[in-house]
């Protein structure tokens, strides 16, 4: 589910952070810029791991931060299509069951992949799959909201938005256009395209779905073994005249 990923940048650091010792600085740089961000076939970016190397500094001309060549790990999450995963319904609709892992929400189980037959259920705004009873009749399990759900997942979906943020004003652009062209030779450009990661996963397996539903049917296993086992105890009479429990 979550992977170490090798990376290199160019870290600017701004003058008002000097001082900081630079390994403090380069750290809380790269998880402002990386963290909960997704990079393009890569995932999403969680925490930074460790930094493996450090080059010299240098200061540009025209900018009075510095510049720093950074190779790092960095955790990320992907994972890989086929695994199986733990989430929580976060809420259903015509699409398909949306579900969340907690720090990660777009993961979509989509009509085709849920148990059949399934439908769904306007006033409850709940999918309800249709169990098959052995007289031919239905039990209709709901997938509520807040339910623990396994499920595996099946592909995985980068796509591009929008950039975050209104164009800069020409008056803007012409009062910064030195300092940046200088930063933008040495660093990350900061218009890079901005993507989101979406999930889509299954659940029309045997064990997978929401979890009270296997675990009612292994209580109710259980419970028969029990009763078996009391229909299995015998009373005899000892020697004594005494009663005693044999199985």
């Avoid at 769904?120 to 209709?140: C, M, N, R, S, T």
């Avoid at 499920?151 to 591009?160: A, C």
């Avoid at 889509?200 to 979890?211: F, P």
């Amino acid at each position: 589910m979550f992977v170490l990923a090798e990376l290199k940048d160019t870290i600017r650091i701004a003058p008002d952070q000097f001082h900081l010792k630079l390994v403090e600085a380069i750290r809380d740089e790269i998880n402002r810029k990386l963290a909960n961000k997704v990079l393009l076939n890569l995932g999403l970016c969680i925490a930074l791991k460790d930094i493996v190397s450090l080059k010299d500094s240098i200061i540009l001309p025209g900018d009075g931060a510095s510049h720093t060549e950074v190779l790092f790990r960095y955790i990320v999450f992907r994972p890989t299509i086929g695994s199986i995963l733990t989430g929580k319904i976060r809420s259903c609709s015509r699409e398909g069951v949306h579900v969340t892992l907690g720090f990660f929400d777009d993961i979509l189980i989509p009509p085709s992949a849920l148990q059949h037959p399934s439908r769904f259920e306007e006033a409850e705004q709940a999918w309800v799959w249709e169990y098959p009873l052995e007289d031919g009749a239905k039990h209709d399990l709901f997938m509520d909201i807040g339910e623990p759900i396994k499920f595996r997942v099946s592909r995985e979906i980068f796509e591009e938005s929008s950039p975050i943020g209104p164009p800069k004003t020409d008056a803007q652009q012409a009062s910064t256009s030195a300092a940046a062209s200088a930063a933008a030779a040495a660093s990350t450009q900061q218009s890079e395209n901005v993507y989101e990661l979406l999930f889509q996963a299954a659940i029309n397996e045997s064990g997978l779905g929401v979890l009270s539903w296997w675990d009612q049917q292994t209580q109710g296993g259980d419970e028969g073994d029990e009763n078996e086992d009391e229909d299995n105890v015998e009373y005899e009479n000892d020697e004594d005249g005494e009663g005693a429990y044999e199985e």
